[in-house]
C-alpha cells in the first residue's frame, strides 16, 4: 500500500510532521559558517591622467566623427538667406577644436607613457617577444569566440586588447593626426607649420588633396570600427571576465570577482 495521504487532513498531518522534522534538525545542526576567506583583490591601474585622457579622447572623436561626416556629406540645405548662415563653417570650427584636444591630448598621453606607471605604456609598446603575452592572446581569441570556459585574470590589458589598441587606435590616430594635419595645412597655407611640416611632403605622397580626403575619411571607419567592437567587448567583460573592466577605466581600480592567485600582468 502507497503512504501517499489521500484526504486533506491526511495531506495536513503529513506536512505538520514534516515541519516539525525539519525545524528539528535546524536545530540541531551546527549553525552555517560565514565564508570569510574571500578578500577582495584589488590593485590601482589606470592613474588619473590616463582616465581623464581616455574620456575626453573618447568625446573629441564622437565629435570629429560627427563633424567629419558632415564635412564630407554636407546637409542638403539650409533655410533662409545664404549670407546669414554659417553652418558649415560651425561643423569645420567644431571638427578643428576636436582635432587640436586629440593632437595635444595625444602628445600628453606618449609623455604619460613614459612617465606613468608600468600600464601607462601597456599600448604604445606591446610585450611582442614574451611568450606568455602570445599563450594570453591566443587564449583571448578563443575566450571571445566562445571556445573555451574559464577567462583569465588580467591587471592590465588583456594581449588581444593590447594589440588591437596598439595597431588600430595607436596607429590609427597617428594616421588621423597626420593626414589631417595635411589637409588643415591647406587652409593656412605655405609658410604655416601645419603646411611646411605635413601638406609639403604628405599630400604629394598620397597623389593629390582628394587622396588625402579619401584616406583621412577611410581612417574615420577603421576608428569607428576600432570603438564599436571596443565598446562591445568592454561591456561584455564586465560581465562576463573575472574581473571589473568599465569601472576600472573611471575609478582606476581593478577589482577581481574570486581570489584565486593566477593573475597575469
Ligand atoms: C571614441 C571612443 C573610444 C576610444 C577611441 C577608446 C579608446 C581606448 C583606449 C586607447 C584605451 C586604452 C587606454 C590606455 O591604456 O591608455 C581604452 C581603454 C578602455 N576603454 Fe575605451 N575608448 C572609447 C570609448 C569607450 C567607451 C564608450 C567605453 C565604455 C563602454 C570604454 C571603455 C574602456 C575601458 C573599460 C577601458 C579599459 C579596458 C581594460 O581595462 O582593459 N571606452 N579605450
Ligand atoms: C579620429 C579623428 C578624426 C576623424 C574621425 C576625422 C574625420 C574626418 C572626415 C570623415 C573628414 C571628411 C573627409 C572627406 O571625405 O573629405 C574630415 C575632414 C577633415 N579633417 Fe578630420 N578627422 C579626424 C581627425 C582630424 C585631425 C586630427 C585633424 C587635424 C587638424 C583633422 C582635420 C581635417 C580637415 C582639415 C578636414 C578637411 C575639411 C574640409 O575639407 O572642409 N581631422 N575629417
Redesign the pocket.
Known sequence: MSDTPTTPEALAAAQQAAAAAQRAVSASAPAPKVDRTHVVEESYIYEAPVRIWHWVNAFA?LA??I???L??SPLPSVPGEASDNFLMGYI?WI??VA??T??IGFVFRIWWAIVGNSHAHEIFMPRIFSRQFWHGFWHEIKWYAFLTKEPEKFSGHNPLAVISMHFLFVWG?VF??F???A??G??TGMGSW?YEWFSAWLIPLFGQSQDV??W??M??WV??IFVMIHVYVAIREDIMSRQSIISSMISGWRMFKDNRTDTKE
Do not use: N, P
Open positions: 572623436i570629429l566623427s563633424t567629419g561626416y564635412i564630407a569645420r571638427h578643428f582635432a587640436y586629440v593632437i590616430i588621423m593626426i593626414t589631417g594635419l589637409l588643415y591647406e587652409g601645419q580626403h579619401t583621412h575619411h581612417g574615420m576608428i569607428i
